[in-house]
């Protein structure tokens, strides 16, 4: 086992709602918690110290990263626990995909804003028989908020339904190109 802890209850509220999701009552004892709780400290106080010792083993003994402790310590720590080495890959798996995804929504964000950009140093003229902006170099843009506006029937401006608002849409996408 670790050495002695400091009883911080790092996990408290973590613990009762696992004991909850299994089973327990709602507000389980606080000394049941509080025990759980010291087991997953220990616990993961034990994991770190032997990746901690497997990476100094590894690393040369010049060399800057003494001190760094990597993802493949960790998986060599639970080579022989397949479930919980299993766990772990699924969840690295699910973190590379949210950081993907992160990074695809940010660069979507990015392009929204250039375009506005560009959009500001043109300028724009109103055309209102389409729902579209000319910008200044006679490019269409359209006007998302007019053709929602007029998209829905309880809101009957110019006599604009639905279906001939994406119509007009589709008409006019396929105009671009």
């Given at each position: 086992?670790?050495?002695k802890l400091?009883?911080?209850?790092l996990f408290?509220?973590?613990?009762?709602?696992l004991l909850y999701?299994?089973?327990d009552v709602?507000?389980?004892l606080s000394?049941?918690?509080n025990?759980?709780?010291e087991i997953?400290?220990s616990?993961?106080v034990d994991?770190?110290e032997n990746?901690?010792?497997?990476s100094?083993?590894q690393?040369?003994?010049?060399?800057a990263?003494?001190n760094?402790?990597?993802?493949?310590n960790?998986?060599?720590?639970l080579?022989k626990d397949p479930?919980?080495?299993?766990r772990a890959?699924e969840?690295?798996?699910?973190?590379k995909?949210i950081?993907?995804?992160k990074k695809?929504f940010n660069?979507t964000?990015m392009n929204?804003?250039q375009?506005?950009?560009?959009l500001?140093?043109?300028?724009?003229t109103r055309n209102?028989?389409?729902?579209?902006e000319?910008?200044?170099?006679?490019?269409?843009?359209h006007?998302?908020?007019?053709?929602?506006?007029?998209?829905?029937e309880?809101?009957?401006?110019?006599?604009?339904k639905d279906?001939?608002?994406?119509?007009?849409?589709?008409?006019?996408?396929?105009?671009?190109?």
């Amino acid at each position: 086992m670790s050495r002695k802890l400091k009883k911080t209850h790092l996990f408290s509220k973590d613990v009762s709602s696992l004991l909850y999701s299994y089973g327990d009552v709602a507000q389980p004892l606080s000394e049941t918690a509080n025990c759980l709780d010291e087991i997953i400290s220990s616990y993961l106080v034990d994991v770190c110290e032997n990746a901690y010792h497997i990476s100094k083993k590894q690393v040369h003994p010049f060399s800057a990263n003494k001190n760094k402790i990597k993802l493949e310590n960790f998986r060599f720590v639970l080579r022989k626990d397949p479930i919980k080495l299993g766990r772990a890959d699924e969840l690295l798996v699910t973190n590379k995909l949210i950081t993907e995804a992160k990074k695809q929504f940010n660069e979507t964000d990015m392009n929204i804003v250039q375009r506005n950009k560009n959009l500001e140093g043109h300028e724009i003229t109103r055309n209102e028989d389409s729902h579209s902006e000319l910008n200044g170099n006679g490019e269409r843009v359209h006007n998302n908020e007019d053709l929602l506006d007029k998209g829905t029937e309880n809101d009957l401006d110019d006599g604009v339904k639905d279906e001939e608002v994406d119509e007009e849409v589709d008409e006019e996408e396929a105009d671009e190109d």
